[in-house]
């Protein structure tokens, strides 16, 4: 069986106080492996997101434990959850997070700046981390002239670009056409399935459901269900061969 990249023990999260107090979640046990693309499904409020702040240490939970590459959240002060960020986990976000100012290749080198990589080698590996998403050309061009699904691409090349062990993708697809969300999940299916990544997508759209490994469903901060994917299109052509 594949290593266990992420392990959540009974995690638990109060939001708000008094009147306006809420169990966002309520007992969660998963665990994240190698080479599994999951999916995380279930209605807006539910408790995705936040699980995924969790998961990823940028949200501490009320109660429980979480493990990432055999750290313990629970054990490490902030600046310690921020070394096992930069040094474990590629975050992918709905609403792209690039610097309007700034290349292509440019936004992938800020993952690289932060860890104190500089210079040729890390402008090279930022552009290598836009040829795997098939934007080996856009490399100079700005945000701003780029469609929706090229900016998802490169904020993905940035989420790959040091070498992660873990992605987690909060909406990948809700802002993508059809197409551009398939091609979003190939890359991402990509990096679980022959990068060897742990890979959870935090989701709502049924038309990624082919893509998964494993299908995980939370309602009201609990998981009340869970199923093995198909994949199947998860294995078609690679990302990188894509335009």
Partial sequence: MSEIIVEAKDIK?????????????RGIDLSL????????MGPSGSGKTTLLLILGCMLAPS???????GTSTSSVDTEGLAKIRRDHI???FQTYHLFPTLTAAQNVQLALDIRGEHGRRAAKKAREALTMVGL??????LPGELSGGEQQRVAIARAFVANPSVILADEPTAALDGENGRTIMRILADAAHDRNRAVLVVTHDPRIVPFADRILDIEDGRLVGEQRGGSEQARMPK???FP
Wanted: aromatic share 2%; hydrophobic share 40%.
């Fill in 13 to 25: 999260k109060t939001l708000g106080r008094g009147a306006g107090e809420v169990q966002a979640l």
């Fill in 33 to 40: 492996r190698r080479g599994e693309l999951t999916l995380l």
């Fill in 63 to 69: 109660s429980g434990t979480a493990t990432v590459c």
């Fill in 90 to 92: 590629g975050f992918v």
């Fill in 136 to 141: 080996e050309q856009k490399s100079d061009t």
């Fill in 239 to 241: 990302a990188a061969a």
